[in-house]
């Protein structure tokens, strides 16, 4: 059965501070993985999505990673703000056609002003 | 303006009553899922659909059961409640032919309390 697991389970920063959020995988037969925040009584949103060719995704002050060799993806954001404050998730698809969405149990995220 | 709904945002029913969570999308997504989302668990998958043809069970399907007749619409219906399946429901879409091979989109989420 696919795994999924996130650490840290939270984290506190200092508004500027530069962090990485971490996310382990079971099965290296991936097929992709999404990196999602959630705030507060909301749904989830997408940031990014790594394809199992691909090493790396970018967009604006994140960057995630993608290493299915040892199982691990990396989230990371630069000079955090006070409004990256949230959840992150991360989630990789696995079955013959990534059918099978498997969540990790997210890291709280604050940052403090 | 390209979205997933959910209906009804909130629920409270008592066990045994049959009930429909509605779902819709109007961005033309072949591929639909249902999660349920519980404190120190996370996000678990119940149900998905590749298309109005196949619809297959995630992790949890236990006690629900899902209905794919038109693209757009994928209601989760709970035939006899219970209370274990209290919890925060989400309804998703991506356009993945084959699977979620691509970005997936959320609906707001539809809080269910069976009592």
């Known amino acids: 059965k696919q795994e999924v697991t996130q650490i840290p389970a939270a984290l506190s920063v200092p508004e500027g501070e530069n962090l990485v959020l971490n996310c382990s995988f079971t099965d290296s037969a991936i097929y992709n993985l999404q990196w999602f925040r959630q705030d507060p009584g909301k749904g989830l949103t997408s940031l990014l999505l790594?394809?199992?060719?691909?090493r790396e995704q970018t967009s604006g002050r994140l960057n995630a990673s993608l290493d299915k060799s040892s199982g691990r993806s990396t989230l990371y954001i630069a000079a955090s703000q006070p409004g990256d404050s949230a959840t992150y998730l991360c989630?990789?698809?696995?079955?013959?056609?990534?059918?099978?969405?498997?969540f990790g149990a997210g890291t709280i995220l604050r940052v403090k002003s | 303006e390209a979205q997933v709904t959910q209906n009804p945002r909130y629920l409270i029913t008592v066990t045994g009553k049959k009930l429909t969570v509605t779902c819709s999308q109007n961005?033309?997504?072949?591929?639909m899922s249902w999660y349920r989302q519980d404190p120190g668990l996370g996000l678990r998958q119940i149900y998905y659909s590749m298309n109005v043809e196949v619809t297959d069970k995630g992790d949890v399907p236990e006690g629900y059961k899902v209905s794919r007749k038109e693209k757009r619409n994928f209601p989760l219906i709970l035939e006899s409640p219970s209370p274990n399946q209290t919890s925060l429901y989400f309804c998703?879409?991506?356009?993945?032919?084959?699977?979620?091979?691509?970005?997936?989109?959320f609906g707001p989420g539809t809080r269910l309390t069976v009592l």
């Open positions: 998703a879409s991506s356009s993945g032919l084959a699977g979620p091979g691509d970005t997936q989109y």
């Open positions: 989630a990789g698809s696995f079955g013959e056609y990534g059918n099978k969405l498997v």
């Open positions: 790594i394809q199992s060719s691909q």
């Open positions: 961005m033309n997504h072949e591929y």
